[in-house]
């Protein structure tokens, strides 16, 4: 008999609340320890442990030790795409979780999907980079352009390396609060990683969240215009 994927087994590891405010941390790209997750997901530390285990053993979550310390993190982008995009469909259905406490409008306008730039922001560079033609998109497959090789070049993004790793250069990553597509992939990453090495921007402890300024958001803005030159 043929072996069928269980998607219900990683459904069910992924719907229990915990263990989905555990993951949702994770979204963040850094390595968290069991402690720092237990706090976030409001359960004790032996409860985010056993959870931990589970999300380890599905090969959802991988740990690395550090001396004394044990160290959490998503084993990849596939797994972070999956939860991003569960994000979006509760959003759409209205299956939202009513806290207290304001809501956070830096999370959509600026956040750090696991490693790339999510929320408005990231939305707007790929918007730009499809208006000028330095992309073409077929689905959720990106394809990078000549011109938008040269313009990347010119940006301070070593193009050949990208393409030399094993990781997709480009993806479309459905962002769940503006409901239109962010860049993912290792551009993706590599570009929210200058944007933050030329000072533009900054991430806000304890939160997925992407602090830019104000000088820096306004040189996102022009060098990722919408008006093809």
Not at 165 to 192: E, F, K, Q, T
């Amino acid at each position: 008999m043929d072996a069928t994927p269980d998607m219900a087994a990683i459904a069910g590891l992924i719907g229990d609340r915990a263990r989905a405010e555990i993951l949702m941390c994770l979204m963040a790209g850094k390595a968290l320890t069991a402690t720092e997750l237990s706090r976030a997901a409001g359960v004790t530390k032996q409860t985010a442990s056993s959870h931990l285990s589970k999300l380890v053993a599905a090969r959802l979550v991988a740990v690395e030790n550090a001396g004394r310390h044990r160290y959490f993190r998503l084993t990849g982008h596939d797994v972070a795409a999956v939860i991003e995009n569960l994000v979006g469909l509760a959003q759409r259905v209205g299956a939202v979780q009513v806290r207290s406490g304001p809501a956070d409008p830096a999370m959509r306008k600026a956040r750090v999907c696991y490693d790339h730039l999510a929320g408005e922001l990231g939305v707007l560079v790929f918007d730009s980079l499809g208006a000028h033609g330095f992309v073409r998109t077929a689905g959720r497959k990106v394809m990078l352009t000549e011109r938008g090789t040269q313009f990347l070049v010119d940006f301070g993004v070593d193009v050949e390396a990208l393409e030399a790793g094993r990781r997709p250069v480009c993806l479309a990553c459905l962002d769940w609060s503006v409901r239109r597509h962010h860049l993912a992939g290792a551009l993706g990453a590599v570009l929210l990683t200058r944007f933050v090495a030329l000072g533009w921007a900054r991430s806000k402890k304890g939160s997925r969240a992407v602090a830019f300024s104000a000088v820096g958001e306004r040189s996102l803005r022009a060098r990722f215009s919408h008006r093809p030159t």
